[in-house]
């Protein structure tokens, strides 16, 4: 279904006031990486090493960090999508404290993330012109 033009003009001026946000310096190796003319060039920024023959590379530091996790009785599971728990519980006392009283009420959710975090900066910092006067703030 076509949205009228009407709805797409009042999308875009939402949007109107938020400044462009400063390039992310992860993303800026990548395309350091891109540029270079260098033979000798290795990508170290975001995505998977790999061999010259396109193989995986998993670094040693890795391989021995792995070792150290297992050997505590880690494993490889992936956590929650919410994150661990433990972890999200002592984020919030550690940040708002217990007598809080969003906390007291149950108005506050936490989120673990683990990856990207740039990106996470990114959008919690253009969320706020975009939403700023919805909800009185």
């Given amino acids: 279904m076509k949205k009228p033009a009407a709805a797409l003009v009042a999308n875009a001026s939402r949007l109107s006031g938020v ?38 590379l998993v670094l040693e530091v890795v391989k021995k960090a792995e070792q150290k996790m297992l050997a505590a009785g880690y494993n490889k599971e992936y956590l929650p999508i919410e994150g661990l728990d433990v972890f999200r519980q002592a984020t919030v006392q550690l940040l708002l404290g217990s007598d809080n009283a969003a906390v007291k009420e149950g108005r506050v959710a936490v989120l673990q993330v683990s990856w990207h975090l740039s990106h996470n900066r990114v959008q919690g910092s253009t969320r706020s012109p975009v939403t700023r006067g919805r909800d009185g703030q």
Wanted: charged content about 25%; cysteine-free.
């Fill in 19 to 56: 400044e462009m946000a400063p390039p992310d310096p992860i993303l800026g190796v990548s395309e350091a990486f891109k540029a270079s003319k260098d033979p000798n060039k290795l990508n170290l920024g975001v995505g998977a090493y790999r061999t010259e023959e396109l193989q995986p």
